[in-house]
């Protein structure tokens, strides 16, 4: 069925929620591989945006150790790691980087849950799953 999977996580209860679903899929799609994705933010917002003004970002000097990002850690969780990997791509605006890596490197399926970090931003700007359901050119699963 799905050949490539994309796992976004950010640490939250509803990104560990997509990472249970992925410890369930490993065993039952044995041909399937699982990267686990974490869009890291090293921006400050400067301002929060409303309907006609947009969220203005200044980048901020944050490196993250891969071995401190919530992809390694849902990666390490896994005794067998021949099909799953773990990446970290930085950006401001995490379904945009989501979506395009999906698309890039051929994903058939794209998971996330369905709120992540940002109760705020979420509320200005609109969820990132929401974001990712509407512009990724893949299947996309919200899961609660």
Not at 60 to 72: F, K, T, V
Request: glycine share 8%; charged share 20%; proline share 7%.
């Amino acid at each position: 069925m799905f050949k490539k999977v994309l796992v976004a996580v950010d640490g939250s209860d509803a990104s560990d929620i997509a990472v249970q679903w992925t410890h369930e899929a490993f065993q039952a799609l044995p041909q399937t591989h699982f990267t686990f994705l974490y869009v890291h933010q090293p921006y400050i917002p400067l301002a929060i945006g409303t309907g006609y003004m947009p969220v203005v970002y200044e980048p901020a000097e944050i490196d993250l150790p891969p071995e401190e990002s919530p992809a390694y850690a849902a990666w390490k969780g896994f005794p067998d790691t021949s099909r799953v990997d773990y990446a970290t791509e930085t950006g401001s605006n995490p379904a945009e980087v989501i979506c395009k890596k999906a698309a890039e490197e051929g994903y058939d399926l794209i998971v996330v849950g369905s709120r992540g970090h940002g109760l705020v931003s979420s509320v200005f700007l609109g969820s990132v799953s929401g974001k990712v359901l509407h512009h990724a050119k893949c299947a996309v699963l919200v899961v609660r």
